[in-house]
Each structure stands twice: as structure tokens, then as C-alpha cells.
């Protein structure tokens, strides 16, 4: 008997049949004796329906509204799944974020899970109940609903698996695991056995849509093993852990690709102390993520920086670089025919060459490196959007993802 | 300055257009310096669409996730007509029926409410804001979402009322108000300014469709004032109350007719002491409301027993009564081609006649008396469906209801 977390996402519960092949995977799973907490997500589309009704009474409603409005898309599918389950026989009870006992912060719209009181959910838990919890929401100490932001019904089942000591935590999707590329564009892509935290967490900053970075780390931190896996089909997904036991020679684990990126040019900065600070100061109050910063100070103190940000942050980062821009000089030219291409691997750390073998490989593909950046588990490059798909393969072949 | 509940029904906030106009009304009424406590309804349609979709994966879900359900449709309201205020610039603020601190028992789907902890409501009332509380629900003492049953919107803001001793109460709906009788039948009738508790009650119970009774109990048991109007225009409505100023000689205030009826008469009981108690706990055993009881003992010991049940009822009345007439013997036939006309006026308590006013005006329309029933302020009978207008219409004018 083994005590497991699963947590079904917006597709897999979009509807009526969904759910009940939801409750039919949960019951075969029960039934072979495990211990069940599931988290379901919202059924894909009511989140943007409410949100559309929201826009319709109030341009700008207050976020405390917002997460009493979203809530109520988890509180529907943990009903609904509870009742198809009871429907087959099985003794299920859902349970709000609220009731589960997770408390947050009071940020509304993106709380951070302070604590888990999950006493009542583990009584249910022994009397033999299996437990349908809300995801994406919680509680604050005032009684007000929160919720978890992006990704945060991810986080809740990793939440709960640690709070509840659970064996196996399961993150169902419509993906049926870690790829080392994208098998849409790289046909002989392979699905991962394993991948370690940092792997996951490079590749999910790097644009693999699996799963947001936050749920990642939450993971790392309190250790909590999960796989990635489809609930479309049978098919075992991707484990994701501490420690990966990979042989020596495997360097890379993983090749990503993000379009959703603009290059930002700054050129003809005065070198002085503080001006970098300045047009960084300025992104960072919009809220802008900024990537891949590189500096070049050329003859007479005249510098460039260069970095990237998301596509859909480049019209706000415009719009906040003007007023730096007058108080430090410079120009700004903004590039979105690019990409960001990126090789993770932990093996990295151990070996040199990677960045070499990368290099040559697109060099050789007639790929032109316009921005390079490193971590100790990842190489990065910026090239032409136009040719990102190209090198995504030929990285892929080179490192020998195809094989194994 | 008043402190002021106000409820919105389901047909008052279908839509995004009338939740923006209730917002309209109740920032009017804040803007003249009251303190406003909203009970809301939810949208129109979005309860029976949730019970679709449960009826759709489970026929007999539990009553508990039932609850856990159908609270999310006043929820989506709460948070909507809080943001659509936040819209025109009023500070206002959602709680659910468990942020409001309402209590119930554990009877799910028609819960009773047991206390109401009023003190965040009070403190944001304090502070200036708008409170919008979602009708209809509680949690019970284990933190598990509770519904109050039919009618329970209304019953949220007289709770509530008398939980924070308000003012006034006004009860929105799609009646404008009281009626001496049904207004699409008789032409000639009037609203009432107001009405007893005694008086109400005895109007609910009677197939008037303003309210339900159990809230018109609450009322009068906490002795809250409220008034009933309709949120589509700003005519005044009908005050209800414990007291009211009546003229001596007004005996009837109202005329109401129950379509909904259906008559059983079970003849040839042999007459045994307990006969009559086992088919009344037959009924009783199927949760079947009867009402209107005669019976005729006749020749030899054999009596005859005549009630009414709800039409919506007749046919588990039918199953039910099977097994207790093979017992005590007997034949039930039925009649739903009938319907139950009632005058109800606490003036009848202390005037005689009225009885005799109103057989003589049936009798001179040529309606037949199929059954007669009397309590201290109404007079009830059952006469043939198809009849039943024109009985009305004659009931009223006999009574002078028409003038005043």
C-alpha cells in the first residue's frame, strides 16, 4: 500500500466524460490498495470564461474579488469528481483549498503556501476516503480566499504530497512527460526516464511548457519525488528528482527552445557607474523579466548592453526603458526574430566542451550565435527565429539525444 | 443613516447588464449615507445547470458535494456585484456564506441555520464598505459547505438582519410586492402596503410564490421587519410585519389559488382507532406535505378520509399508500383536476361571516364546495380547477378588495 498525491489538470477534467476517466483511473488505482489525495484543476476554459465576466462588470476588479471569482472553477470539478467517483462506488469527499488546510500569504492572485493543516484530510484519509482537493487555491489567516497563481495546482499536489509524507506524487497533464526537445520539432526526440530538479527547472525557464518553475522548487526544496505523466494513456512519464544516475558520457540532457523572446539593444551608453543599474532599475519596477544580459564597453568608455525579455513583456519594457534612457543616453533597438536556444544537462558540471561541441555544431549548420550565456547546467544562445527549429535538431543529433 | 440587508434574487443578477444595475441601486443607497449588507441570489439557470452536470456523472450524488456544488453559483455573484461596484467606485467586499459566519446544523441541502458570527461583517461594515454575502449557503461546525434549500436566499437576509440588527430589510424579486390576489387573474388587484407575519405565512402556504414560508417563520420569530419590492423598478412594495393598521371592517386581505394540487379520497376504511394514523404515516414516512384533512365517518363504521397533496407529489403519494391500505383496507382515488382557493385576512379573528360571505358568492357563480377547511384568519376550499379564476375574481370583489 503506498500513499499517493495525483493531480489532473485542466484538460484532463474538461468535461463530463473526462471526469469520469478521471474517477475510473482513480478507482483502479484505490482499488489495488494505495492510500489517494487527487487534485483537479478548474476544467480547461471556465478560468478565462469567469474572468471574461469579471472584465465585463469591472475593467480593473480588486485581486481579493478576483480570487473569490476563480475559486469557484476548482470548487465545481472537486464536486464533480467526488460525485462520479461515489457514482462508481468509491468513497470519496472533496475538499476547498480552504478546507484542506492550506494557508497563504495574503497576496492575492499569486499567494505563497505558508503552511498545510492537514488533519482532517488524513482522518478521511485513514477512514479509507479518497480525497479530492481543489488546487490553484487557499486560505489566508483572515478566512479570505487566495489563489496560487500560474502553475498553482502543480504546486498544491506537491504541497500536499510533502505536507501528508505522501510515497509517489503523480502531476497528470496532456503531455506524457519530459522530452529531450520538443517532439514536434525534433522528430527522434526521447521521452526522459529521470531528470533531476535543476534539469527541470533550467528547462522550465527555458520555455518547456511542463510545468512552471515555482512548483519545481517547491519540490527541490522539501524533496518531494514527482512524475510527470499523461492521463490520456498508460504510458509511464518522467520521474523528477534529486539525484539521477546517468552514465559519465551523457553531457546533455535535454535541448529547449523559446520563441516568446525579444533581443533589446542598448547602444551609445556613457560608461559610468550606475547606468546599467538604471536601465535595470527601470525593468525591474515594470516587472519585467530580463534574461541573457551581456555588457561590451567599446573605445572610449561607450558602451552596449544587450539582453532579452519576453514577446509579450516588449511593449511594456519600451515604454519603461524611455525616461532611463533620457537620464543615462543610449538608444534602444529591439530584435523579435529571435530565439533562445538551450542545452541543459547536470553531467555539464563535470565536463568541459559542451559549449565547444554547441558552437561548432550550429556554426557548422550556418546558424550565427548573436548572444551566448552560461550556468553551470546550461548554455544558451540567441539566433535567428527563423533557424531555431534547425538547430534544435542539429544540437539534438550532436549531443546524441537521438540514441540511448 | 440606516444600517440596511438587502437580497437579490436570481432573476435580478442573470446577467452581467443586471448586475451592473443592481450595483447602480445599491450604490445609490450607500450614497445617501446607510450601511448596506447584500444577500445575492445566484444567476438565474446556473443552479439547474450545475445539477445537470452532477445528475450527469453520478444519479445519486451525496447531499455533502451537492452542497459543495451548487454553493459556487452564489459565489460567482458575490464576486461579480462586489467587482461591479469596485467599477463605479464603491468600496465593496464579498463573503461567502462561511466568511459571513453562518452556521448551520449538518443537514445538507436544506440546513438549518443555527448562529451567525457576525463580527468581520460588522468590522468591514464599520470601515465603510459595501458587504455582498452569498445567500443560500452556511458551513456547519466541521468547516463542510452547507445549503440552506429552497427559498434560502431569503432567508440568508433575514438572518442576517436580525444577526446585526438592521434597520430595514428589503427583499428584491420579480413581483413588485404583495397582492390581494394573483394580478395576471384579477385584473382589479391590488398591492398591498402591508401585510402580518400570520398573514404572509398563511399566503406562502397557499401557493402564493413571493416567499417561502420558513423564512416568514424566521421573520416573524426574530420580529424582522422587512419589505418585499421588485429591483426592476423603484416602486415601493409590501411591508411585512407584526402589527399591521388595519380598518375594522377589512376581514380579507388577500385571495390566493393553488393550481398545484391534487385531491385523494380514500373510501371504505373500516373506522379503527389507528387507521388514519398509519396512511398519514405512510405520508409522512415519504416526506409528503397534506393538506386539507376531512373525514366523514358514515354507515356501519366505514369511513371515508379526503386530503390534498402537492401535484408535483401525487404519484409518490400513489406508492406510498399501497402498502398501508392493503393493511387497513380501503381505496384511494385521486382528482387533479382540482385546485384550492383561500381568503386570508386576521380580521377574520374577530368577525364572523366571512365563511358564509364567501360560500354564497361561490354558490352564486355556481362553484361547487368539494372540501372546506378553516384556521383563525383563512378559509380554504377545493373546487374544480377549471374554475377556479372566475372563483377568484368573484372572491375578490365580494370582499371589496378591488376598492380602498
Known amino acids: 500500500m503506498a500513499r499517493i498525491v495525483q493531480k489532473y489538470g485542466g484538460t484532463s477534467v474538461a468535461d463530463v466524460e473526462r471526469i469520469k476517466n478521471v474517477a475510473a ?4 488505482i484505490q482499488g489495488e490498495g494505495n492510500e489517494l489525495v487527487v487534485v483537479v484543476s478548474a476544467r480547461a476554459g471556465v478560468t478565462n470564461e469567469l474572468i471574461a465576466r469579471a472584465k465585463a462588470v469591472c475593467p480593473m476588479p480588486s485581486e481579493r474579488e478576483m480570487d473569490q471569482l476563480l475559486a469557484i472553477g476548482e470548487q465545481e470539478t472537486i464536486a464533480l469528481t467526488a460525485m462520479a467517483l461515489q457514482g462508481m462506488g468509491v468513497n470519496a469527499v472533496s475538499y476547498t483549498g480552504a478546507q484542506a488546510g492550506i494557508f497563504t500569504d495574503t497576496v492575492h492572485t499569486k499567494a505563497k503556501i505558508t503552511t498545510i493543516k492537514a488533519k482532517a484530510l488524513e482522518k478521511d484519509l485513514k477512514a479509507g476516503k479518497v480525497i479530492i482537493v481543489a488546487g490553484f487555491q487557499g486560505i489566508n489567516e483572515e478566512g479570505q480566499v487566495t ?49 533531476s530538479y535543476d534539469e527541470m527547472l533550467e528547462l522550465a525557464s527555458l520555455g518547456s511548457k511542463v510545468m512552471q518553475s515555482r512548483s519545481v522548487e517547491f519540490a527541490a526544496k522539501y524533496n518531494v519525488v514527482f512524475e510527470v505523466r499523461s492521463s490520456f494513456n ?8 534529486q539525484e539521477v544516475a546517468y552514465m559519465e558520457k551523457v553531457l546533455v540532457r535535454g535541448v529547449a527552445v523559446d520563441k516568446d523572446q525579444a533581443k533589446v539593444v542598448i547602444s551609445n551608453i556613457t560608461d559610468r557607474p550606475g547606468s546599467a543599474a538604471k536601465v535595470f532599475r527601470a525593468l525591474a519596477n515594470a516587472h519585467i523579466n530580463v534574461d541573457m544580459i551581456v555588457q561590451n564597453v567599446g573605445r572610449a568608455g561607450i558602451a552596449n548592453l544587450t539582453f532579452t525579455v ?9 515604454r519603461a526603458l524611455e525616461p532611463a534612457l533620457r537620464e543615462v ?37 550556418g546558424i550565427n550565435l548573436e548572444l551566448i550565456s552560461t550556468s553551470e547546467i546550461k548554455i544558451s544562445v540567441v539566433i535567428k527565429k527563423d533557424r531555431a527549429d534547425d538547430a ?13
Do not use: W
Not at 483511473?25 to 483502479?28: F, G, H, L, S, V
Not at 496532456?174 to 526521447?190: C, L, M, Q, S
Open 329 to 365: 543616453g543610449g538608444e534602444a533597438a529591439f530584435d523579435e526574430a529571435i530565439a533562445k536556444l538551450s542545452v541543459v544537462g547536470v553531467g555539464m558540471k563535470t565536463h568541459s566542451g559542451v559549449a565547444a561541441t554547441l558552437f561548432q555544431t550550429l556554426a557548422d549548420a
Open 310 to 318: 519576453p514577446l509579450s513583456e516588449k511593449d511594456k519594457a519600451v
Open 25 to 28: 483511473r482513480i478507482k483502479a
Open 234 to 241: 498508460q504510458n509511464p512519464g518522467t520521474i523528477v528528482k
Open 392 to 404: 534544435a535538431r542539429a544540437a539534438h543529433a550532436a549531443f546524441g539525444l537521438d540514441k540511448l
Open 147 to 195: 489563489t496560487l497563481g500560474r502553475g498553482g495546482s502543480d504546486l498544491t499536489a506537491i504541497a500536499l504530497a510533502a505536507a501528508i509524507r505522501a510515497d509517489k506524487c503523480e502531476i497528470y497533464t496532456d503531455v506524457d512527460g519530459v522530452y529531450t526537445a520538443d517532439p514536434r520539432v525534433v522528430k527522434d526526440a526521447r521521452k526522459l526516464a529521470e531528470i
